[in-house]
């Protein structure tokens, strides 16, 4: 292969090779976008541009329905006549003269003697068609607007390699490669075309025979990457209806994150496993002679895209999760000879004679299954059939389709086993027929029945994320989701603290560490939840911030107050000395029987979650009004230690045990005027709540003395850039209709985090900057001790330089705190100011909510101060 000397490369400015796909071709808009980023390349570069064309969208499917030999080819060709003339009729050209002749040879072909037995080199002359047709109509319309374009058939430019010996009969024509070392003087003749600016065919090239070839459904992306390997070109750009290349297809994950940069290893990987955006084969021209690609949007083309190249950071993590489909599962049985030297080369040989590519393998001693990719193989019934015949004589055969292979791509992937603990939860739901993982450490494959993968991916995405294993905060790797790019996602608020900047800085330089809480954020979130019309009764869980401040602001807005220790009911009437008892919940776990007994004595509402207390504490309960948390037997949460229902769950009352409960509340007189559940903290799904009701009702129901159901709290905050606000609205609407649907109870909520953690930050002192074996850590003065969420439940909270807030995040950190514990970090891989130096002031956000209540002296380290600000900006 040679490379382009560097005097060449000044001599022509080099090539850029642009790719558009099927629907980038199908709009007159849109060819202009393909003739204005043309002549932009060429003319940004000084060089030379080089646009590769499919087919319009739909005709390759409508061309592949005819050499299949579908019965209605004569309609078929009609429509296909039509599609191209109306078309031309949008762009102004005149379809006689610029089509009449494409489209008479593809009539010709279609009444061509070898059209009855479809042989197929015919096939391949058919099909491609399309992109001739394209491409032509195209050049005429660029010509048209002035733009100096040559066409040229990309048969003379691009050689199928000789058949190889095992190949198909299918693949030595319709899937092909092609030689991308440009033999001496190739790239003189190439450039030696008169125009500046060239258009040609993309999936169809030169084959041995001189007839044509095509390379694979998809191959024009490989017709790009063979072009721009031959030219040695600068880049080669895949234009096609996504802004690049996503964590999954975004079509059936809305949140997929867009790969803004990554290597050739991953990207190979992701494409091979099933993201069609790219064809398999077009990364290894690219990557063997070090052609950078991207992948851009032809209908947004101002968008950053994905760019592959060697330099991309080698980041550890999932970045990807694809799916492929029509995937055939051959399994051979009970083989007789398992003991025997040789037996795995025996059923491979049927493959090879068969013209199969294996694509999965997994072996035991009496069976053997591999896995048929439907893009690699003809895999026709007649093809499978025989094959099947044939490994008869071996074993007991069975063939599984169709199937899909779900397969997790990234780096490292042995490595994140422990990360994946939901994800093997979710296939343990399915029948799971085969799991692989490749020896490159890249892929971990689950091949399933087709049918149950449907829906699954945009939840193992989810769950990806959630558990830490797709590493999404990596900015280098990982852009924006596609729903936000199109504009579907809720922005979070702007933060209070970036308007009381100046303020902050004088409390950190009064002392650090130091929580600082907004009251007028405290308020409003207090104020969103009042809007909420179908909730009758609020109470705010102090555990979440006891600070005598917050529990007086929220009693002002009209919130109760939810107690689970005798230390904290005593705390709230302590700072609110005329608190009206019967706005007090008590809800203790566990809790010894006297704090029942005060709780009674102070007035508060006690809710109980087991028999047991009844049974050995008659006296104490005798008479009451209760309410009665109950285990719905499920739970939810942001993450595993938060998650408060099911049976591994300490709390509530199992449903199995309710009318036992009951029964001993009768005896004892006590009157259940509540029921309560929370399934746990930070909960997203908004079926959730709808069921939860439900299920609470049908029991109310039962018990007959029930008046209010209380739904816990749990409301979500967002955290991270990729968090969306919580959707009240839609949460409203939902409890709006349960209480249309059990008009006899009143609705009670407890929320704790979502009121106060958005209104409080931790201030800190930067102490040192170290850099260690590559990795450059900032230390603050505050650890795990002042805010243990990121260490007890990786929490992610933003963490910014208040002292350079206006300099740009160019540097990344570790941030980490001065505790004597490895987990003892605030956040990995952080963008911060790169000047980020001792003594600036760190903060910390959404440290409002299980902040300072968790903190500790661990280490004698001092517990943080606590300052409130109300009022205006300072
Ligand atoms: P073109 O016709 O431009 O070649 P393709 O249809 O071949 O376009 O490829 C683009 C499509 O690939 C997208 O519309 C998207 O549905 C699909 N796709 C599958 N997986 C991914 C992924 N991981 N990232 C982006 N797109 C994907
Ligand atoms: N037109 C061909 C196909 O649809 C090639 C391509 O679009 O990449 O498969
Ligand atoms: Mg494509």
Redesign the pocket.
Known sequence: MSAVSPAQDAASGGWIVL??????VSRRHRWDTIGRLAKKRADETGGRVVVVV?AL?GVTNELTAITDGAADTAQRMDALERRHREFLAELELDADAVLGERLAALRALLADPRAASRPLDWQAEVLGQGELLSSTLGAAYLRAQGLDFGWMDARDWLDALPPQPNQSEWSRRLSVNCRWEADDGWRERFAAQPARMLITQGFIARHQDGGTAVLGR?G??TSAAYLGALLGARRVE?????P?????????VPD?RL?SRLGYAEAQE?TTT??????PRSIKPCRDSGVPMA?LD?ENPDLFG?VIDRSAATVPGVK?I??RNGVVLVSVEDIGMWQQVGYLADVFELFRTHGLSVDMIGTSQTNVTVSLDPSENLLSQDVLSALAQDLQKIGRVKVIVPCAAITLVGRGMRSLLHRLPEVFSRFGHERVHMISQSSNDLNLTFVIDEADADGLLPQLHAALIDNGAMPVQEAEVFGPR?REINGAVRPRPRPWWRGERRRLLDLARAGTPRYVYHLPTVRERARQLKAVAAVDHRYYAIKANPHPAILRALVDEGFGLECVSLGELRHAFAALPHLDPKRVLFTPSFAPREEYEQAFALGATVTVDNVELLQRWPETFRGRSLWLRIDLGHGDGHHEKVNTGGKAAKFGLSAARVDEFVERARTLGVAIAGLHAHLGSGVETAGHWRLMCDELAGFARRIGSVGILDIGGGLPIPYSADDEPFDLEAWAAGLAEVRQVHPAFELAIEPGRFLVAEAGVLLARATQVVEKDGVLRVGLDAGMNALLRPALYDAWHDIVNLSRLDEADEGMFDVVGPICESSDIFGRRRRLPAATAPDDAMLVADAGAYGQAMASTYNQRALPVEDVLDGAAG
């Open positions: 790719k558009f796909g099927g629907t980038s499919s969208s998809g024009s992306d895949i234009w096609t209806d996504v690049g290349m996503f964590s999954a297809n975004p079509r059936e997929a790969l992701i099933g993201a069609k955006v790219l064809h992948v032809t994905t990807a694809s799916r596609w």
